[in-house]
DNA sequence: CGTTATGGATAACAAATGGTGAACGCCCTG
DNA sequence: CAGGGCGTTCACCATTTGTTATCCATAACG
């Protein structure tokens, strides 16, 4: 994480079923871990620590990469993907990472059936 | 938005329910998304800068597509309509962007009511 | 009233954006 | 040195958004 001389906030943050812990790069859903990777993780911790913020891609980027995004760069998206997979793997029906299309992505754990009984399988993206 | 090496303000406007969020590009009424689009948001966002003065097409234009308008072009009416559309699915009976004929458009949160209990349907322009 | 100007409403089409799956390269470990 | 985990990048495709044209309603005006 970049943060040029600066210490991670090290409390754990709980949304929802899911808790997140900065210390050990650790997330866990009712306990279970979600078995995220270092990056994975970041970028998870970002965007919960602005719960119901919309981030953009940039800032994102910046805060997990450092410095400035490059032109169509598509890592942010990449590690949201990887993010959310592993996620439902272990919440099904939840969701935490909302995409706001033409902007970037908001966080917000929200618990199955709250959004609409969706029969399709697609995403649905905010705005 | 067009303002070359210019920064975004970046405070939240709050008109009655309305509160519009440029960092995030994001309006909500009550708390409630709104959902706009990226254009879209500008388009509220230039209007509503300016409460309660009358912004001509052109000048909207230029704030958020940048350039000078072409004559007839629709762009902001287009985008006017689009915006009202989602604001009064959000605060029904509210107005926020008003008509002036002839002229351009003006930002102003009118509760239901004020300005009569219209049985009629449809829009009325002021002056 | 009849005519013209102006704005509202839709829809068709084009462009931008993000979701996905997979290939690659690196590094570590057995 | 083979295998696996991880981060990075690319390419393809579905969806969403922006643009433009057209038709319709209403206001302005003689």
Same mark, same amino acid.
């Given at each position: ?5 600066? %210490?991670?906030?090290?409390? +754990?943050?709980? %949304? ?20 995220? $990777? ?46 959310? $997979?592993?996620?439902?793997?272990? +919440?099904p029906g939840? +969701?935490?990472?909302? $995409? %706001? ?7 917000? +754990? $929200?618990?199955p ?15």
């Amino acid at each position: 994480m970049h943060q040029p001389g600066g %210490h991670e906030n090290s409390f +754990a943050l709980v %949304h929802g079923n899911l808790e997140i812990r900065p210390e050990e790069i650790q997330a866990l859903v009712d306990g279970r871990r979600v078995g995220l $990777t270092v990056r994975e993780f970041q970028v998870l911790l970002v965007l919960a620590r602005r719960e119901d913020h919309v981030l953009r891609r940039g800032d994102i980027y910046s805060q997990v990469w450092g410095g400035q995004m490059k032109h169509r760069d598509r890592s942010v998206d990449v590690f949201v993907r990887k993010v959310r $997979t592993k996620l439902a793997h272990v +919440a099904p029906g939840w +969701a935490y990472i909302h $995409t %706001h299309f033409g902007v970037g992505y908001r966080f917000a +754990a $929200t618990p199955p059936s709250a959004g609409g009984s969706n029969i399709a399988i697609g995403n649905v993206s905010d705005r």
